[in-house]
């Protein structure tokens, strides 16, 4: 078996998710290390869709509106109709929006001390 996250062998490590109930068949996820185990435990369900937190959850809603109206600037909405710029300023827009959301929201919520 290999790591979940970086396909390097696992060490033994595994991640299981309680929340799947005593019915399911229990799908073990493996890790390397502990540091791909915490990727997995925070960031991956058990069916390996991302699980984002509620900061990422924000961001990428207003990154959503943020590459919307950069689609309607340019007045595209067929992804394939886009030039080879248009798609990498796109892909920076909701890029860039969604880490700088996130930042601005953690610094929102910061301990002021």
């Known amino acids: 078996m290999s790591c979940e996250v970086c ?7 595994g991640f299981y998710d309680p929340g799947q109930g005593p019915f399911v068949s229990k799908k073990v996820q493996h890790a390397c ?12 369900k058990v069916d ?3 699980n ?4 990422e959850q924000q961001a990428l809603i207003t990154a959503g509106e943020k590459g919307g109206a950069y689609l309607e600037s340019i007045q ?6 886009m030039s080879q ?4 300023t796109f892909l920076l ?4 929006t969604t880490t700088s959301e ?3 929201l953690a610094d929102e919520n910061a301990i002021p001390f």
């Open 7 to 13: 396909l390097r062998d696992h060490s033994g490590l």
């Open 33 to 44: 290390s502990m540091a791909c185990l915490d990727i997995i435990h925070h960031y991956w």
């Open 48 to 50: 390996d869709v991302l």
């Open 52 to 55: 984002p937190t509620n900061y």
């Open 76 to 81: 595209k909405t067929d992804l394939a109709q």
């Open 85 to 88: 710029e248009e798609w990498r």
């Open 93 to 96: 827009t909701i890029f860039d």
């Open 102 to 104: 996130i930042r601005r």
